[in-house]
């Protein structure tokens, strides 16, 4: 079964969303959060197998072919979920279904237990819990966190020779990915 993929970009006024719209525009809506350091096409083997469903898949904010956020501006689960809420609402969705895998997940909780409501299923993939820690280490975490920060706003991206070494480069990443993952996110320019 092979369902065309549209690709889009949904403007939210302060950035915008790269996404793949899978399915009929009368299924179902779903709409799909890949893990951290993933994009979109997480979900290009699964959605098109979606009977029924009206599937969109969001690069997430920093992510893909997504914007980056301004300078200044924060990646909490928060943010993205409310980058996910307006999404929804720029689609004329009031209820709607989450599909989230690893940090997708983590938002997809966040959103539907901040707005049951409006979301009508969970299906989570590799779901995870934000990490914790001691009271007594907090204040060495911040400053990590802090630290960290900093140094992201001087972080140039790689560029990479050619095409072998890019995708030898994603399937040896922190989240490593198989070499027909490694080709596809070259071919979309991820």
């Not at 307006?86 to 959103?111: C, D, K, M």
């Amino acid at each position: 079964m092979t369902l065309a993929v549209e690709e889009v970009r949904l403007s939210l006024g302060h950035i915008e969303l790269a996404a793949h719209l899978y399915g009929p525009k009368d299924g179902q809506p779903v709409i799909a959060l890949h893990g951290w350091l993933d994009n979109a096409n997480s979900f290009a083997r699964l959605a098109p197998r979606l009977e029924g469903l009206q599937v969109v898949a969001l690069d997430l904010a920093g992510h893909g072919h997504s914007d980056h956020r301004p300078a200044g501006s924060s990646y909490t689960l928060a943010d993205y979920a409310f980058d996910v809420l307006r999404v929804a609402e720029q689609l004329g969705w009031q209820r709607f279904a989450l599909l989230g895998h690893s940090l997708g997940a983590i938002i997809s909780v966040l959103l539907a237990s901040s707005l049951p409501e409006r979301v009508t299923r969970l299906a989570l993939i590799d779901g995870l819990l934000p990490l914790t820690g001691k009271a007594e280490s907090a204040a060495e975490r911040m400053r990590a966190a802090m630290q960290a920060q900093l140094e992201l706003a001087n972080k140039k991206k790689p560029v990479y020779q050619d095409q072998e070494r890019a995708i030898q480069a994603r399937m040896k990443g922190v989240v490593a990915v198989s070499r027909e993952a490694g080709l596809s996110c070259w071919l979309s320019g991820v």
